[in-house]
């Protein structure tokens, strides 16, 4: 099983890292319903930290994102959405030999993601350090530059400024 077609399905909502019952179900080639039923018989295993269904703006907002179809041949209750560990969880409730090829995959896919994550907030950090840096020395610059441009507008008045007192520029 490929990771990129895992981490498509990985999705961000309420700050975390969630899969959704549909997009796990194809994947363990079942249904929604027997997936979600398997769940139901074993929901002491799935804390609101492991699992939770999405409120309606939120399913309406990721609709948007992932295609789904608003009428026929779409879902008629809004999802369930598994954490990492209610993944790992699912493999305890779903014993078949796909179950767990599914689970391994899926694992991996989110270890992929955390390490990709840490890696991107390290390079974003270093980014902001030398913002950070750079700025400080151009700041310098700038207000050197607003200095010159300053001192330039206040050459330009003086010398539109009519002169008076003694003018030796004038023919006599």
């Known amino acids: 099983m490929q990771l990129e077609k895992i981490h498509t399905k990985i999705y961000e909502i309420r700050g975390q890292k969630v899969m959704l019952d549909f997009d796990l179900a194809e994947l363990y080639k079942t249904e929604t319903k027997n997936l979600n039923l398997a769940v139901k ?3 002491r295993r799935f804390p609101v930290d492991f699992m939770f269904q999405l409120f309606k703006p939120e399913w309406d907002s990721l609709r948007l994102q992932i295609e789904t179809s608003k009428s026929r041949g779409g879902t008629r209750y809004l999802p369930y959405a598994f954490t990492e560990q209610g993944v790992a969880m699912l493999s305890g409730i779903l014993n078949s030999e796909k179950a767990i090829e599914v689970n391994i995959a899926i694992m991996r ?3 992929f993601m955390r390490q990709y994550a840490l890696t991107h907030k390290d390079l974003t950090e270093k980014l902001h350090e030398l913002e950070n840096k750079y700025d400080k ?3 310098d610059i700038y ?3 607003n200095f010159l ?3 330039d507008n ?4 003086h010398k539109q400024r009519k002169r008076i007192g003694f003018k030796n520029d004038e023919p006599t």
């Open 154 to 157: 206040q050459e330009t008045e």
């Open 137 to 139: 020395q151009f700041g």
């Open 41 to 43: 018989r074993n929901i």
């Open 109 to 111: 896919a989110f270890v």
């Open 149 to 151: 441009l300053q001192k």
């Open 143 to 145: 207000d050197a530059i």
